[in-house]
């Protein structure tokens, strides 16, 4: 059984550039939630995908955007960066049946310079 | 909204000393509570949780209690260890609404264990 995994592991955009984050789920999970970390902070949720359709979503701008693929791999875009965007990245997989056992990857860290 | 405040840090402490991080909630509606550890340079790792009120979470010798009446979900630890040096987040989740899985983190707490 894989983990969680993402790619890749650390990233430097100027600012308004754009960026594309990528997270696998753990097998057998269809549920994948985005969060941002900033430095010294808690992370924060973004939003959730469930079988491919985003399904919830947190204080963000429409900037940030996101897809779910029929594997429930999914990707995170940020569209015109900012420097505030500067973050840790994290996805967590789960399953609907499992939501109290969500499993984290190990982040990707985004420098907006 | 829902909301989660973590006691201020960092915590230092030596090796077998007793660990208390505290952890009180604001919620909507009924949550299910977690605490999370992140070691340098790595995500986040599920260390306990509970779904009820008076459920105790339990892993690794740390233990957190569901207060329903305080609502409070404090992390504590009889005797700590150098490896027990990371970060720990409270964290709560509401079931039902539409973002099922959306957890609500604090701001973490800096746990430094020296020999």
């Known amino acids: 059984e894989t983990g969680v995994t993402q790619s890749p592991t650390h990233l430097i955009k100027t600012r308004g550039q754009q960026v594309t984050l990528r997270c696998s789920s753990q097998?057998?999970?269809?549920?994948v939630s985005w969060y941002q970390q900033a430095l010294g902070q808690g992370p924060q949720f973004i939003f959730q995908y469930y079988r491919e359709e985003e399904n919830g979503r947190g204080n963000f701008p429409p900037r940030f955007s996101g897809l779910q693929f029929p594997n429930y791999s999914s990707e995170l875009n940020v569209n015109a960066l900012e420097l505030d965007d500067s973050a840790l990245y994290l996805c967590?997989?789960?399953?609907?049946?499992?939501?109290?056992?969500?499993?984290f990857g190990p982040g990707t860290r985004l420098t907006v310079l | 909204g829902d909301s989660v405040t973590q006691m201020e840090g960092p915590v230092t402490l030596s090796e077998e000393a007793f660990l208390t991080i505290n952890c009180t909630y604001t919620a909507t509606g009924y949550p299910s509570l977690f605490w999370y550890v992140q070691y340098p340079g790595e995500g986040l790792q599920l260390l306990l949780k509970?779904?009820?009120?008076?459920d105790k979470g339990s892993n690794k010798g740390f233990e957190a209690t569901y207060r329903k009446e305080t609502t409070s979900f404090h992390l504590e630890k009889g005797s700590v260890q150098v490896s027990d040096s990371a970060v720990y987040f409270c964290?709560?989740?509401?079931?039902?609404?539409?973002?099922?899985?959306?957890?609500?983190f604090g701001q973490g707490t800096i746990l430094t264990v020296h020999p």
């Open positions: 964290a709560l989740r509401i079931a039902g609404g539409t973002s099922y899985g959306k957890l609500t």
């Open positions: 097998s057998g999970h269809n549920t």
């Open positions: 509970a779904t009820k009120a008076d």
């Open positions: 967590a997989s789960s399953s609907r049946t499992t939501y109290n056992e969500q499993f």
